[in-house]
């Protein structure tokens, strides 16, 4: 197989430093990033989104601004996903106008591989009854649709991570882990589940490089450019390269960086047990146990 080689950057967070985020640095890291990717011979960028810390709209629309022209310099192809800060004060069809590029969702066939750019609403709603991301059925039909039809591997990229693993340990999403992933993210991953060929899926939001493997299928996030919480104060400066083949090698630089190297399987795993106590044989022998 043919291998795909792709440059990544998450959660760039250009603007006014806050909490951790070194939106200070931004720019900076956005031009070394340019000079990473010329470097890392890879056919394409990916940007998981967050590009600016929000404040208001006019300010967003500077910002945001700022960021596209910074990526100028970048000299592949770039394809954008849209953060939750980047849809807090701006519309989809804003960040379309700025970053020169429709944001729906896209397939790609490049090398053996389908890159799956999933674009669903990254935007954190705020209200009385609800207050996170909504997962709309529009969006999980076209994802179980991409993969029913898969005939070859898949990546899969998102803003919000679909595999809802564990943020202990995470400044952000410890205590806040409903924030960290979408609140029907299992069905998210059931229409992942239905594709018969290998699946990686790609993400960032949540500031940490991770792999996560759920139902056959690893699950990836990269650490943001900007974020300081591992790295001591520090902008993580997190820069990375997938490389999809027969195995998925993937290379995070910077201040915290991180590989790993998977072999991604179409083989799902055995479903999982109900809880124990709603389980007719689990109470069966918790009640021969009792007497």
């Not at 993937?250 to 799902?268: E, I, M, Q």
């Amino acid at each position: 197989m043919m291998t795909v080689r792709l440059a990544i950057v998450a959660d760039i967070h250009h603007g006014t430093p806050s909490a951790t985020k070194r939106g200070d640095a931004a720019l900076g890291l956005v031009e070394e990033f340019a000079h990473y990717v010329r470097d890392a011979d890879v056919s394409h960028v990916l940007d998981l989104g967050d590009r600016i810390s929000d404040v208001d709209h006019d300010t967003d629309l500077r910002l945001e601004a700022e960021v596209a022209e910074a990526f100028r310099a970048v000299e592949k192809p770039i394809w954008h996903m849209n953060g939750n800060h980047d849809r807090d004060h701006l519309s989809v069809a804003q960040n379309e106008e700025i970053l020169g590029q429709t944001l729906g969702h896209e397939t790609h066939d490049i090398g053996g591989w389908r890159i799956v750019l999933w674009r669903a609403d990254s935007r954190i709603h705020r209200g009385a009854d609800h207050s996170g991301f909504v997962l709309r059925e529009p969006d999980l039909l076209w994802l179980s649709r991409v993969a029913q039809a898969a005939d070859r591997p898949l990546l899969v990229v998102s803003h919000v991570p679909l595999s809802g693993h564990s943020q202990t340990g995470n400044y952000y999403f410890q205590n806040n882990p409903g924030l960290s992933t979408y609140p029907m993210a299992e069905r998210a991953r059931a229409a992942l589940a239905q594709a018969r060929v290998p699946v990686v899926c790609l993400a960032g939001h949540v500031h940490w490089n991770t792999v996560t493997t759920v139902d056959g299928i690893p699950h990836l996030t990269q650490q943001s450019l900007t974020e300081s919480f591992t790295t001591e104060g520090g902008p993580a400066a997190a820069m990375g390269v997938i490389e999809l083949g027969e195995t998925v090698m993937w290379d995070v630089v910077g201040h915290d960086p991180f590989n790993a190297r998977l072999t991604p399987s179409a083989r799902r795993w055995t479903p999982a047990l109900p809880n124990f106590r709603a389980h007719p044989e689990m109470r069966a022998r918790h009640t021969q146990t009792a007497s």
